[in-house]
């Protein structure tokens, strides 16, 4: 994975393996939200 701080609080998330791929973009709360997420373990797979 690959992560760019655009600015203005703008993150964007693409595959590394996959540059032409397709983008998640979030805005810093739900940047903040999603990594929070992954760090107390809310997003792991069963």
Do not use: H, I, Y
């Not at 600015?7 to 540059?19: C, I, Q």
């Amino acid at each position: 994975m690959e992560v760019a701080f655009l600015g203005e609080g703008r993150v964007a998330l693409r595959d590394s393996k996959d540059p032409e791929g397709p983008v998640l973009r979030f805005t810093r709360g739900e940047w903040s939200a999603f990594v929070d997420g992954v760090a107390g373990g809310e997003l792991r797979t069963p």
